[in-house]
């Protein structure tokens, strides 16, 4: 099951992506909202929406919730391709980054691109537990966007980390920005990203 909100672009449809939020967010938070308005203005068709865990309740995600956040991922992005999109991408903030990730490396033609904002790469103050086992199967081009106070990942870590990515890859950095991107950005990274996309 899919619950969110299906943002048409006024042009005639040529891409569409697939927008979720983090372990603590859901698909009305500001910055999905921001993100969705941007890349409808830009002509993609936009579903921003919740995952499985979400519409389950209040509880975090755990290993077994992480599987059918996936498959909710996996139907989110199918539902788009019955739309006749061209390309279709997939965006999540955080935790639903991760998991749009980690379906990516598993099955590379459920997308044909990723936009990964604040990636998760490890739990604040713990470095050594990198969330990176699946970069070296990542084959989908992937734009990550970072905040330079992002306690989850430093830009210097995230540099380090994303060599794995045999796909083309690229690092965007937000001088400032916090883990959670906030809503005022949102523009600048669909631009960046439709840019990365067109390369």
């Not at 794995?164 to 690092?171: D, G, V």
């Amino acid at each position: 099951m899919i619950r969110g909100w299906l943002h048409e672009p006024a042009a005639k449809v040529r891409d569409a992506i697939a927008i979720t939020h983090g372990a603590g967010g859901n698909c009305d938070t500001p910055l999905l909202v921001a993100l969705a308005q941007a890349f409808a203005d830009a002509g993609w068709l936009t579903l921003r929406y919740d995952l499985p865990f979400r519409i389950q309740g209040k509880g975090a995600p755990t290993p077994a919730k992480a599987v059918r956040d996936r498959e909710g991922i996996r139907e989110a992005a199918a539902e788009l391709r019955k739309l006749a999109a061209a390309r279709v991408a997939l965006c999540g903030t955080s935790y639903g980054g991760r998991q749009s990730s980690m379906l990516a490396a598993e099955d590379p033609k459920v997308a044909d691109a990723l936009l990964l904002l604040s990636y998760p790469l490890h739990p604040p103050g713990k470095p050594e537990n990198l969330r990176t086992a699946h970069f070296p199967d990542l084959r989908t081009p992937s734009l990550f966007v970072q905040g330079t106070r992002d306690a989850f990942g430093s830009i210097e870590e995230m540099r380090a980390a994303i060599e794995a990515i045999p796909a083309r890859h690229e690092l965007e950095v937000e001088q400032g920005a916090p883990h959670g991107l906030p809503a005022k950005l949102a523009a600048s990274v669909v631009q960046r990203f439709v840019e990365f996309v067109a390369r």
